[in-house]
């Protein structure tokens, strides 16, 4: 015979203020657990989406960016003439060599400079990542001094929309079109003919080449035969793992330190919770003791107030999550520390992060609610029914 859940909820509804305010404590610590899993996860989304299966990304070997890496032109040419290369339209390949440049530019709201990654890219760029569509105005026109910036860099630096210019490597830049990345990394990069940024900035080497495959399952020949090149210094990498490993320190610092931070403010909550557990049982002793004569077992006393616990857990749960959701509609900005450039993000809120979060919220019910509901449970019959 177990005790009904009506006569639990009873209790709680009757503790109205204590029950609104301890499971408020634990809302908050939910609300910390889920934006850090949310901006974990928008992060891994942005980086991921960066890159396409089916592109090949060439860099110098250990450069690990696309910034410290350095290709020559002669091996530029290797590369893009290899036989896994798909060939576009034209008959060309689908390859594209481009160059990186950060640059300092002044935010608006803050007049403050931050790096922005600048990308010199050619046709055969474009064409490999579809993703990216003009929102605004066109795309820059080949060998000139136009660019197109990001929806992000659009938005946060002066200078950066339509029509405006960017004045850089002693050169005026008009800015001719917005692109969507589609959430992207892309979305917090500025695009420019490769050709023309290369003369501005003096560089005579490439940073990276692209490559489409002809069919993904030959990259493991493609690789090999770049990386075992005696005449190249080179390595190659899927586009969509290269950039999923550029978001791997920022990931893990933003996970380890949202966990102590969860962990700290969790301890906090489940010290509220087990007061609050601690004063309904002393509160409820005589009917404590009454279920006892009335013939429920300790065992059905426990399980009554762990119930309890986990309706607390459940409640605090729900309301943190309800408040985590509304996170998706704010974007936010951070320096990226593999490539020193900032790269604005959003939170994302996916079903593992829903089901995670109300785990952790149960979790800290039950660990609250244990030891009260064990002390319940071995009250005495007698003792409890001669309580005041």
């Known amino acids: 015979m177990s005790i009904p859940l009506s006569y639990t909820w009873r209790n709680l509804a009757a503790r109205k203020l204590t029950t609104l305010l ?57 590369v893009e003439n290899q036989p896994e290369v798909a060939y576009g339209i034209n008959g060309a390949h689908l390859a594209s060599k481009e160059t990186i440049v950060l640059i ?23 064409e490999l990542r579809p993703q990216v569509e003009i929102m605004e105005g066109r795309m820059f026109h080949p060998g000139s001094t136009e660019i197109i910036a990001g929806k992000n860099i659009a938005e946060r630096y002066k200078g950066a929309g339509v029509g405006e210019t960017l004045r ?27 050709d023309q940024l290369m003369q501005a900035f003096r560089r005579p080497v490439y940073s990276s080449v ?9 990259f493991p020949q493609l690789k090999s035969r770049i990386e075992n090149d005696p005449r190249l210094t080179l390595e190659a990498k899927r586009e969509s ?14 996970r380890y330190l949202g966990m102590m ?18 004063a309904s049982v002393a509160n409820r002793a005589t009917e404590i003791g009454t279920l006892r004569a009335l013939g429920f077992r300790r065992r059905n006393i426990l399980s009554a107030f762990l119930v309890e616990a986990l309706m607390l857990g459940a409640a605090g749960g729900v309301i943190g999550l309800t408040m985590a ?21 959003s939170f994302i809120l996916n079903l593992e992060i829903i089901l995670k979060s109300f785990a952790f919220a149960l979790i800290m019910g039950v660990v609250g609610g244990f030891l009260p509901a064990a002390r319940a449970a071995r009250l005495k019959i007698v003792d409890s029914l001669r309580a005041v």
């Open 104 to 126: 300092a530019l002044a935010k608006r709201d803050s007049n403050k400079a931050s790096n922005v990654l600048i990308r010199g890219v050619g046709q055969k760029g474009i």
């Open 168 to 194: 850089f490597a002693q050169r005026e830049w008009t800015v001719v079109g917005i692109m969507d990345a589609g959430k992207s990394g892309f979305d917090s990069e500025i695009w420019g003919d490769v």
């Open 325 to 345: 959701s509304f996170m998706q509609f704010f974007t936010i900005s951070t320096m990226n520390w593999q490539s020193f450039s900032e790269l604005a993000f």
């Open 210 to 218: 692209i490559l489409k495959l002809n069919d993904a399952a030959t």
């Open 22 to 78: 301890t499971a408020c404590g634990m809302a908050l610590v939910v609300f910390v657990f889920a934006t850090v899993l949310m901006l974990e996860e928008g992060l891994r989304r942005t980086m991921v989406d960066t890159g396409s299966p089916d592109n090949v990304i060439v860099t110098r070997r250990s450069a690990g960016t696309e910034v410290q890496s350095l290709v020559e032109r002669d091996q530029a040419a290797i």
């Open 261 to 278: 931070l969860s962990i700290i403010f969790s301890a906090g909550a489940i010290i509220g919770a087990m007061i609050t557990m601690y």
């Open 241 to 254: 793992v290269f950039y999923a490993e550029q978001s791997q320190v920022l990931a893990n610092f933003i």
